[in-house]
């Protein structure tokens, strides 16, 4: 049975740093991708990061590039989302995905190309 176990998250202020991290048991991801997905309260799910892991490449959203970095261990099929200056409308729930298949470059982005998902943690950002 697959599980994507996440961590960290919680209460921080605007202009902090935050960490998320996810750990997936169960199976490999070497063939596809770990990464991010966001959803805000009243808001529609949005893509954040992934790491693609063949060949290795990551892809941001526009919202998170520069400002979030998303790393991971293959080995130990672990993914990392690491948020800098954060801001009140960064809160939501963070969700950890991972898909066992390639995805192509407009693929990772999409929610739709993810399996498994984890429970969700959640970001909030205050002014």
């Known amino acids: 049975q697959v599980r994507l176990i996440q961590s960290g998250g919680g209460l921080v202020q605007a202009g902090d740093s935050a960490n998320l991290s996810c750990l997936a048991t169960?199976?490999?991801?070497?063939?596809?991708?770990l990464g991010w997905f966001r959803q805000a309260p009243g808001k529609e799910r949005e893509f954040v990061g992934v790491i693609r892991w063949t060949p290795v490449t990551t892809f941001y959203s526009e919202f998170a590039e520069g400002r979030f970095t998303v790393s991971g261990d293959i080995a130990k099929n672990t993914v990392n989302l690491q948020m800098n200056s954060l801001k009140p409308e960064d809160t939501a729930f963070y969700y950890c995905?991972?898909?066992?298949?390639?995805?192509?470059?407009?693929?990772?982005?999409?929610?739709?190309?993810?399996?498994?998902w984890g429970q969700g943690t959640q970001v909030t950002v205050s002014s």
């Open positions: 995905v991972a898909s066992e298949v390639y995805c192509s470059d407009y693929g990772c982005r999409s929610a739709s190309n993810y399996h498994y």
């Open positions: 169960g199976r490999g991801f070497n063939e596809g991708a």
